[in-house]
């Protein structure tokens, strides 16, 4: 597992790779990113590689204001070496 980051809309277009990530949030934040993900987990498993989830689109008090966490799964772990 990667994690990445980069500025909300900066166009970046290869985001700087993290060693480190962390989330702060409400307990009522953190239940609904829960749900995000055992929902995104029980999806069709057919489902192509690069299928992903963002939080802005799960949570409906999301703001540009806020972090927005991308969900991206692939068949493979990525790594920095495979994937550029």
Not at 3 to 8: M, S
Not at 9 to 17: H, I, K, L, M, N
Not at 54 to 83: G, Q, Y
């Amino acid at each position: 597992m990667l994690a990445f980051g980069y500025a909300w809309d900066s166009g970046a277009e290869r985001p700087q790779v993290l060693r480190e990530a962390s989330l702060v949030c409400t307990r009522d934040e953190l239940n609904e990113l829960i749900a995000m993900l055992q929902s995104f987990r029980d999806r069709d498993p057919s489902a192509e590689e690069g299928d992903h989830q963002h939080w802005r689109d799960w949570c409906m008090e999301w703001n540009r204001e806020h972090s927005d966490v991308i969900l991206f799964v692939a068949d493979e772990p990525w790594t920095k070496e495979n994937r550029g």
